[in-house]
């Protein structure tokens, strides 16, 4: 009976780990592709056009308050054009300065109601084949001062006009 109980306690204990590892891994991919070499962040509002760019000093505190991004969960939804992905959710323009040499940006989803992140699946991870309209996506906290950040630079644009609730449906690791 003993060698039942320490067997499944093994077993446990290295499904524990290997989730604790799988985390670990979605969180350095999403900081590295996201964060680290990030160099200018963008809030975009339509209908007047407008854009509110946070940069300098401020993209230091993104990168070090992104390091260590927790309570991520994988999903899968429908992601039509022209729809809401999720409700409360804002597009945000992250550029690289390899994403500005080329012209594009990379696009994640945030909600400071709801002091939440989304990436794509297919943004972080190249050989990870999408079955569109559905969408995989990663959810995770967004750190405090991130919120108030993006609250501070939303509140520089115009009261009219709509944020962006969703991507355009462009792979940008392409």
Avoid at 65 to 70: A, S, T
Avoid at 130 to 156: A, G, H, W
Wanted: hydrophobic fraction near 35%; aromatic fraction near 14%.
């Amino acid at each position: 009976m003993k060698l039942k109980q320490i067997s499944f306690l093994v077993f446990f204990v290295m499904l524990l780990s290997g989730c604790v590892n799988s985390e670990i891994e979605v969180n350095t991919k999403i900081y590295d592709v996201f964060f680290k070499k990030i160099v200018k962040i963008g809030i975009p509002k339509i209908l007047p056009q407008n854009i509110a760019i946070i940069s300098g000093n401020e993209i230091k505190i993104f990168k070090e308050e992104m390091k260590n991004i927790d309570g991520i969960k994988e999903y899968t939804r429908d992601a039509a054009i022209g729809t809401n992905f999720k409700d409360d959710f804002r597009l945000l323009y992250v550029h690289t300065e390899q994403t500005l040499k080329e012209n594009k940006f990379l696009g994640l989803l945030y909600s400071t109601k709801e002091k939440s992140m989304i990436v794509r699946k297919y943004d972080i991870d190249p050989n990870f084949r999408e079955d569109f309209p559905n969408l995989t996506v990663y959810e995770f906290k967004m750190p405090e001062k991130i919120s108030q950040l993006l609250e501070k630079y939303e509140r520089t644009l115009p009261e009219d006009g709509y944020f962006y609730n969703s991507w355009p449906r462009i792979r940008y690791n392409q």
